[in-house]
């Protein structure tokens, strides 16, 4: 017997969650059947059926999921709506302002029996999920360290990130908002995070948090590596993977280059072709998996606890950043 498609609504038509809308009108397994954002004429564009409030939109639809694409700071009260009417929540990251807030989420929808599922995209771009199976596989031998150095060139001049630009109001920007994509690509590469020692600096005064940042993570099994960012310069034209990144072992290396191919040992050995979608076309590949999950039950990679470990380094960056030292996750996590 077929299946009907789950019945999913957008909350926020902002600049992500037109890359979300795009990719879910190509998964078949799911109908967008409703979206809803403050400037109707955005929600209008993107679904059906357009609504102003999250709260007429729950009221009136009956949806399978509700997918979240708005700032940080509205996630837990859309959880919390999404909740009280038993409705599964895909919530973009940053996952929520701070660590009292995440947690609230986790057991909002812990408390109703809803699931409530984390929008990462990076760890699915597709250079990293061939980096992945081809580390499992042995290819480099013991994995030893890596370094992720992230770069986009949007970040400087008096009118920074105009595809974002609620960026530049952000007290907590680079790690919160970028670097926590590699953080959480690490934990899928290389197991949990134990530890974050922290720099940060703000480069662009115009903005209000840190534009530049280097981190020294160490991993449950003991390896470290280095993620390294800044948006003050491209190395490629538009560079899908937004920077690039080396994992090193005993047996040898692996490079994803700015371009988003794959080289072992200096030789290409995975070739990025793909031209749809956004960086690899990773958000399409998450909501895949998403849809997976909420079809046959299974617990998404991302599901919001288990995410909780992701935020938990993040919350770390910051606290080694401000107190010049080694912070141990467990400082964090309940």
């Excluded at 008096?158 to 907590?172: A, D, I, L, V």
């Amino acid at each position: 017997m077929k299946r009907e498609p789950l019945r999913g609504a957008l909350v926020g038509c902002g600049f992500f969650g037109r890359i979300q809308a795009e990719a879910w009108k190509r998964i078949p397994e799911v109908e967008l059947v409703a979206a809803c954002d403050r400037q109707l004429s955005r929600a209008q564009a993107l679904a059906p059926r357009a609504y102003g409030s999250a709260e007429e939109l729950l009221e009136r639809e009956s949806l399978d999921f509700v997918d979240i694409a708005t700032g940080p700071e509205s996630h837990l009260e859309l959880v919390r709506l999404a909740a009280q009417r038993g409705v599964d929540v895909i919530c973009q990251k940053p996952m929520a302002p701070d660590w009292s807030q995440a947690v609230a989420m986790v057991e909002t929808a812990a408390a109703a029996g809803i699931r409530l599922i984390i929008h990462e995209n990076w760890r699915w771009q597709p250079w990293y999920r061939e980096a992945h199976d081809r580390i499992r596989q042995g290819l480099i031998g013991r994995p030893l360290t890596y370094w992720f150095r992230v770069r986009r060139g949007d970040g400087a001049g008096p009118e920074p990130y105009p595809q974002q630009p609620y960026f530049r109001n952000m007290s907590r920007f680079l790690v919160f908002e970028t670097l926590v994509h590699p953080l959480d690509t690490a934990r899928m590469l290389f197991g949990d995070i134990a530890a974050v020692s922290a720099l940060t600096r703000r480069v662009n005064p115009v903005i209000a948090g840190e534009d530049h940042a280097a981190l020294l993570v160490r991993h449950e099994d003991a390896l470290f590596g280095i993620v390294d960012g800044h948006r003050f310069l491209n190395l490629a034209s538009d560079s899908p993977p937004m920077g690039e990144a080396f994992f090193e072992g005993d047996g040898g290396w692996l490079h994803v280059t700015a371009e988003g191919h794959l080289l072992h040992n200096g030789r290409v050995v995975w070739e990025n072709r793909i031209t749809r979608g956004y960086r690899g076309d990773s958000v399409w590949a998450a909501q895949r998996h998403f849809v997976e999950c909420l079809r046959n039950g299974a617990p998404a990679e991302s599901e919001g606890r288990e995410y909780l470990k992701t935020f938990a380094a993040v919350e770390a960056a910051y606290r080694s950043a401000a107190e010049g030292r080694l912070v141990s996750v467990k400082e964090i996590l309940p």
